[in-house]
């Protein structure tokens, strides 16, 4: 367990007290939320001891849903930070050190739409550096060497719709809305709230930076796994650093997000791909490629009729199906045809791997993406229960014990996990 602070309550009031402050000018869109934006914003202060750079991703469907706004108060409360707008790649890669600033970037879709232009080095730069020890490489033709170049820093990225699944894997998502009829709101003035809220970032610092040693050797216990879990131990670290109830909130705060990322998000295109020939399979030995293009043509809410002018054809769904090691070939049905076609034993492993079924129910067709709910269906860390929701994927979760499933036991004691 990390140690506590020589004051145990001055982490979990300083981490109130930010919490209180983006509910102040922000309406987020859920509890947990809120909880992880907090953790967020502290984790920036002490970068130099986490192996792992999560990004903040800050997404909305349309203008006017707060992400400015709540880009403008991570701005105040979060570890020096640099804003991207307008900055070369140059500037940019150079600004990193090894303590280095927090990457600050409105607009974000920009950088990764159709229309992104000359922004590859940042779109590398956001890439490589969520992992420590991930530099750019470049030939300095005059000192006729090549230059290792830092990438390793937490960055916020703000932008209405998805960001790329390369970013959003490695993120903490947050989903804003429009405010309701009466969501309010306290108006935000730099020279007035400013000064506030970065006197927060100063305390946070100083308290974070007082125990760099015992944050980079925390091993907290975890709520998820693998690259999430990379994402989420630095918020975790902290959480279980402030004490008080934090360690609960941040592990609640992790299983709900994620699984609300989980309901939402149809996956890669590839792995949308075999989901959707699980269901036009229908339990059949094979399946001729025609009957299968038909299938997934036929779905209009699926991306495969928009899938070239045609919608999606033989060679591109040889294309996708080939980075499985799934190929087409000569086919014998039952009543004595025979076509080109797929056999269902050739994806089983595939299935196994990226999208493995709900053990004991049938494949279901792919489903547009759930609405809020879509958390139903979790146990919660202090043990209650949600009904379930079946058209969302199962989350793995690890307990304190160290066992693995989707079922997560309660935390009992509130004030740090042994």
């Given at each position: 367990?990390?140690?506590?602070?020589?004051?145990?309550?001055?982490?979990?009031?300083?981490?109130?007290?930010?919490?209180?402050?983006?509910?102040?000018?922000?309406?987020?869109?859920?509890?947990?939320?809120?909880?992880?934006?907090?953790?967020?914003?502290?984790?920036?202060?002490?970068?130099?001891?986490?192996?792992?750079a999560p990004r903040l991703?800050?997404?909305?469907?349309?203008?006017?849903?707060?992400?400015?706004?709540?880009?403008?108060?991570?701005?105040?409360?979060?570890?020096?930070?640099?804003?991207?707008?307008?900055?070369?790649?140059?500037?940019?890669?150079?600004?990193?050190?090894?303590?280095?600033?927090?990457?600050?970037?409105?607009?974000?879709?920009?950088i990764f739409g159709p229309d992104a232009g000359n922004n590859e080095d940042l779109r590398g730069l956001l890439n490589a550096g969520h992992q420590r020890n991930r530099p750019a490489k470049r030939y300095d033709a005059a000192a006729g060497r090549v230059e290792s170049i830092p990438t390793f820093a937490m960055a916020a990225l703000a932008g209405i719709g998805a960001m790329p699944d390369t970013i959003e894997?490695?993120?903490?998502?947050?989903?804003?809305?429009?405010?309701?009829?009466?969501?309010?709101?306290?108006?935000?003035?730099?020279?007035r709230d400013r000064p506030v809220l970065a006197s927060i970032a100063q305390r946070l610092e100083r308290w974070l930076r007082a125990d760099l040693a015992a944050l980079e050797a925390a091993?907290?216990?975890?709520?998820?796994?693998?690259?999430?879990?990379?994402?989420?131990?630095?918020?975790?670290?902290?959480?279980?650093?402030a004490g008080d109830d934090w360690p609960h909130r941040a592990r609640q705060a992790a299983v709900d997000l994620l699984a609300e990322a989980a309901g939402g998000d149809q996956g890669s295109v590839r792995t949308r791909l075999l989901v959707d020939c699980r269901t036009a399979f229908s339990g059949q030995a094979a399946i001729s490629t025609a009957e299968l293009l038909n299938k997934l043509n036929a779905d209009p809410e699926s991306p495969w009729p928009s899938y070239g002018k045609t919608g999606l054809n033989a060679a591109k769904l040889s294309k996708l199906l080939g980075e499985f090691d799934i190929r087409s070939g000569?086919?014998?049905?039952?009543?004595?045809?025979?076509?080109?076609?797929?056999?269902?034993?050739?994806?089983?492993?595939?299935?196994?791997?990226?999208?493995?079924?709900?053990?004991?129910?049938?494949?279901?067709?792919?489903?547009?993406?759930?609405?809020?709910?879509?958390?139903?269906?979790?146990?919660?860390?202090?043990?209650?229960?949600r009904p379930t929701n079946s058209s969302r994927p199962a989350l793995t979760c690890i307990g304190t014990d160290g066992t693995a499933g989707t079922a997560t036991p309660p935390i009992t004691n509130t004030k740090g996990v042994a």
């Open positions: 367990m990390t140690p506590q602070p020589a004051d145990a309550h001055q982490g979990a009031a300083l981490l109130n007290e930010l919490h209180a402050a983006l509910t102040r000018y922000v309406i987020l869109p859920t509890p947990q939320a809120v909880d992880a934006v907090t953790l967020w914003i502290a984790a920036t202060h002490a970068q130099p001891a986490w192996a792992h991703v800050i997404r909305a469907p349309e203008k006017r849903c707060g992400k400015s706004r709540l880009l403008d108060v991570v701005e105040a409360t979060c570890h020096e930070p640099f804003i991207t707008v307008n900055a070369s790649p140059s500037a940019v890669y150079r600004s990193i050190t090894e303590d280095p600033p927090t990457m600050l970037v409105d607009e974000a879709d920009t894997d490695r993120a903490v998502i947050v989903r804003m809305r429009r405010r309701a009829p009466g969501e309010t709101v306290a108006p935000y003035r730099i020279r091993e907290p216990a975890m709520p998820v796994e693998d690259r999430a879990a990379d994402t989420w131990e630095p918020l975790i670290i902290v959480a279980d650093h000569n086919v014998r049905f039952p009543d004595g045809s025979q076509a080109k076609g797929y056999r269902a034993s050739d994806f089983h492993d595939a299935w196994t791997r990226y999208c493995p079924a709900d053990e004991g129910k049938p494949s279901q067709p792919s489903q547009a993406s759930p609405p809020s709910s879509a958390r139903d269906g979790l146990t919660l860390w202090d043990g209650t229960s």
